[in-house]
């Protein structure tokens, strides 16, 4: 009996090893058994140790004849140990020690504990098979002695996909034979009796030897037949099995099936390498093809941001003012727009341009390709400080167009205070210059110039009334033509009109009283001339003279101006009115607003928070906090009514010219920044797990492992900002068991280390470069060696046939010897092995071979794959 253990592997033999299909029977290549499996094998059914005696025997022969010799009893020509030890140096390549030539039975022994040995050196441990029983010729030892030979050096390295041994060989015949009609292999026993599985495996790889679509499964005979005839004849694979022993026995020996099978697997062994190369050469380019396109959308989207950003701080640097607060107010409509319509969609292009980058960075470290480098200017640290120039621009344009509202407010009050003052001036003007240069006193008597000149200093004392009114009108002028009245021309002419009228009034005041005066002396002379007529006329003078008075003060009462003055109250009055219901309904506004504003603030605030205690606190699996983060997620994109809401109320503000609210300390910027960065938070925290999910996944960091990378994460992140200083990382790596200790030798180390988990040389350490970092050894990623080996493949394992179809070399043969391999491929071959988007993309890509043994058409692989690491140039 044997107990088949091999590199970690284990080998099990029996009926319970193929019952199952690909993914039955435990692990892959789990062939363990109790030590009465090979007896009871062949005591339940006879039939099995013959069809193992012929296929075990045409197996060896298989190999015996590369070395010009073969056997003819399994349990007699293996006695001497002679054969067994060339069997084994042809199957492993391996010089034997040298055998014994003497015929005694020690030396017999001798011969065979040498082969044993050397299967055992193969990580095979052997258990109940002895040199004695080989030589005693015990066919149940013998046999079970090359059934492991067989699964050591033909089924134990064959690997399709991720599984490997007897569950690779299965799959291997599933995945050729899924396309036909009538084959369904599950097993290596009754999966193969009708024959057409045999001739689906030849089939699939030489259709031009088997007319699949004329065999029948109820002639399973003579499809059996045609597959042995076929097989042995083109594909130089001996016949191993009887198609009467098949067909007859209830359940065909498992181990003969996949002895034969095994060697169908050998033989297009080339064409399984080639489609194995082509599968990693295709993951590694999809790899690179995605990658690619994710660096072309960040190219693109930073181009586009960028631009966004390039056309819309001119316009917000824009400060020309408008003339008007309506001009003035569509500027600040049209910077709502901007804060509403344009800027939200750029707010999330920005975060999701972080997002994109974060994430092609983890799929990069992943794939073992080297960092992604933006073109110039467009790194996110320049897309960060154009963002940051736009918000310091955008703080600034509304800062000035408050600022221009409240001016052009001020401006508007002062022009129609000032057109108020000129026109009141001006109505009291009105005929004041035409009475000043009546000369109505050339005609008047003594009585009438007394009269007058009292009228006069009443004038006099009206007109030194109206200089504070001209000075004010002045003063106003003076103060529009400071904040830059835009009709400041019309102010100024109207003004100066005012003031020379002003100066001319003045001029003809002081003229008209000289005049008075001047006939006031010359009537009091006539006077005293007529007074003696005067003292006759005595009662009729009083009485002229009295009456002369009454109607002199009628007429300086100045009646009209002041029933204008009591017109003019309830209009103030009214205007106090509409004035204080105005602030009433402005003071309703700002607490409207502030009720709102103090409830959207610190929640904003809270959710802050909460993320940041979620990304930290990490409780649960990854999926887990994927989901709550998600769930935060929908919470805050269904609370946007609430900030549209404060939006409304903001614009209500803005459109009453309200610049202050003493009952918040929230403005609508700050809620605006606030939720720009609770969507981002959200956003990149969301990122940043999933990028974590990924490379947990990629590099198989268990749950725990994470955890306990989150806690020495966490120790050092003092600030609980999401990052790690260089002073912190290093003490990180210090607790962790890094010798990186200020010395030159250490910090040569740290400043290697720092270059792989901050490439950009940002000063920071994310949680994500750090479980990059700590993790980089346990992820089996590809190489450019391996990319390279696999393009070796495809452009050095031709396939050539003599003109009867017999394979001399290549995938389809199993003893045949491919050329040295090409160190060049060609158009045509990357088209036949490639699919056709892929073979392009290399096409396009590879350089012209320049090597010695260049043909027309040869490409350069080699650089073209060490290029996809970033270790050399395309």
């Not at 009546?438 to 006069?456: C, F, G, P, Q, V």
């Not at 040295?820 to 071959?829: D, G, H, K, L, M």
Request: proline share 3%.
């Amino acid at each position: 009996m044997v107990d088949y253990h091999a590199a970690n592997q284990s080998y099990q033999y029996g009926p319970s090893s193929g019952s199952n299909g690909a993914g039955g029977g435990g692990s892959m290549g789990d062939y363990m058994a109790q030590e009465d499996d090979w007896d009871r094998d062949l005591l339940l059914d006879p039939a099995w140790e013959k069809q193992q005696r012929k296929t075990f025997t045409a197996w060896c022969n298989s190999h015996l004849r590369k070395a010009g010799t073969q056997i003819e009893n399994i349990d007699e020509d293996f006695r001497d140990g002679l054969k067994l030890m060339l069997l084994l140096e042809v199957i492993s390549g391996e010089r034997l020690p040298k055998p014994e030539r003497g015929k005694m039975r020690v030396h017999k022994i001798n011969n065979v504990n040498k082969a044993l040995d050397f299967i055992a050196s193969k990580g095979v441990k052997l258990v109940s098979i002895g040199a004695e029983e080989i030589v005693d010729g015990n066919a149940k030892m013998t046999l079970g002695m090359i059934w492991t030979i067989i699964l050591r050096f033909a089924i134990q390295d064959i690997s399709v996909e991720e599984t490997s041994a007897k569950e690779g060989l299965l799959l291997w015949c599933q995945r050729k034979t899924a396309p036909y009609k009538n084959v369904n292999v599950q097993n290596f026993h009754i999966s193969w009796k009708d024959g057409l599985a045999f001739n689906a495996l030849i089939h699939r790889h030489r259709p031009e030897l088997i007319e699949y679509d004329k065999l029948r499964k109820d002639d399973p005979v003579t499809n059996l037949n045609n597959a042995f005839e076929v097989a042995e004849k083109y594909l130089d694979i001996p016949k191993m099995l009887d198609a009467e022993d098949i067909v007859n026995t209830a359940r065909p020996d498992e181990k003969a099936i996949m002895t034969y099978v095994s060697s169908f697997y050998h033989a297009f062994s080339g064409a399984q390498k080639a489609e194995t190369a082509a599968n990693r050469i295709c993951k590694v380019l999809a790899v690179n093809q995605e990658n690619e396109h994710l660096m072309e959308d960040y190219e693109r989207l930073a181009s586009d941001l960028l631009e966004w950003i390039r056309r819309t701080i001119p316009w917000l640097e824009d400060r020309v003012p408008q003339k008007t607060i309506q001009e003035m107010q569509q500027k600040l409509e049209d910077f709502r727009d901007y804060r509403r319509v344009h800027k939200p969609p750029k707010v999330q292009e920005k975060c999701q341009l972080e997002i994109n980058f974060n994430t092609l960075q983890t799929k990069l470290r992943l794939s073992n390709r080297p960092a992604f480098m933006p073109s110039e200017g467009k790194m996110v640290s320049d897309i960060n400080n154009g963002w940051q120039h736009l918000e310091q621009a955008e703080k600034g344009y509304e800062e000035w167009l408050l600022n221009e509202i409240r001016r052009l407010e001020r401006l508007d009050h002062l022009a129609e205070k000032f057109r108020q003052k000129a026109s009141i001036h001006e109505a009291w003007t009105d005929g004041k210059e035409a009475m000043l240069k009546h000369r109505d006193y050339e005609t008047a008597t003594l009585s009438d110039i007394k009269a007058l000149i009292r009228k006069h200093e009443a004038f006099e004392s009206d007109l030194a009334a109206h200089q504070d009114r001209v000075e004010q009108i002045a003063a106003i002028a003076q103060e529009l033509n400071e904040l830059d009245y835009y009709d400041s021309h019309n102010v100024n002419t109207r003004c100066q009109k005012i003031c020379d009228q002003w100066d001319a009034l003045g001029s003809l005041t002081h003229s008209r009283r000289e005049a008075l005066e001047k006939t006031e002396k010359q009537l009091e002379t006539i006077d005293q001339l007529h007074l003696e007529y005067a003292k006759r006329a005595a009662p009729f003078n009083n009485w002229m003279e009295s009456a002369m008075e009454d109607l002199q003060d009628m007429f300086i009462v100045h009646t009209i101006e002041e029933i204008e003055v009591q017109q003019l109250v309830p209009k103030r009055d009214h205007a106090l009115l509409e004035e204080q219901s105005k602030q009433q309904s402005n003071e309703h506004l700002r607490r409207q607003f502030a009720s709102q504003a103090n409830i959207v603030g610190p929640w904003i605030q809270t959710k802050m928070e909460e993320i940041g205690r979620i990304s930290i606190e990490m409780n649960g699996t990854l999926e887990d906090q994927l989901s709550h983060l998600k769930q935060y997620e929908r919470s805050i994109v269904d609370y946007k009514p609430n900030l549209d809401l404060l939006e409304q109320q903001h614009q209500l503000i803005q459109e009453a010219l309200i610049f202050d609210n003493k009952h918040t300390n929230y403005t609508m910027e700050h809620i605006r920044v606030g939720w720009e960065q609770l969507l981002t938070t959200i956003a990149r925290t969301i990122n940043e797990v999933e990028n974590q999910i990924l490379t947990r996944d990629a590099k198989g960091i268990s749950q725990e492992q994470m955890q306990e990378f989150r806690a020495s994460f966490n120790h050092f992140d003092k600030d609980h900002g999401g990052a790690l200083g260089p002073e912190e990382f290093k003490a990180c790596l210090i607790s962790l068991g890094y010798d990186v200790e200020n010395d030159r030798q250490g910090d040569a180390e740290f400043n290697r280390i720092m270059s792989v988990v901050d490439p950009n040389h940002s000063g920071l350490v994310t949680f994500q470069a750090f479980i990059d970092f700590m993790s980089r050894e346990t992820t089996d990623t590809d190489t450019a060696d391996q990319v390279i080996a696999s393009f070796k493949v495809l452009a050095g394992d031709k396939v050539s046939q003599t003109p009867g179809g017999q394979a001399l070399r290549g995938r389809a043969g199993q003893h045949s010897h491919p050329a040295a391999p090409q160190n060049f491929i060609t158009a045509e071959e990357l088209r036949r092995e490639l699919p056709p988007d892929q073979a392009e993309y290399c096409i396009a890509r590879m350089a012209p071979y320049q090597g010695p043994d260049a043909v027309p058409g040869a490409l350069d692989y080699k650089s073209f794959s060490t290029a996809l690491y970033g270790e050399s140039d395309l």
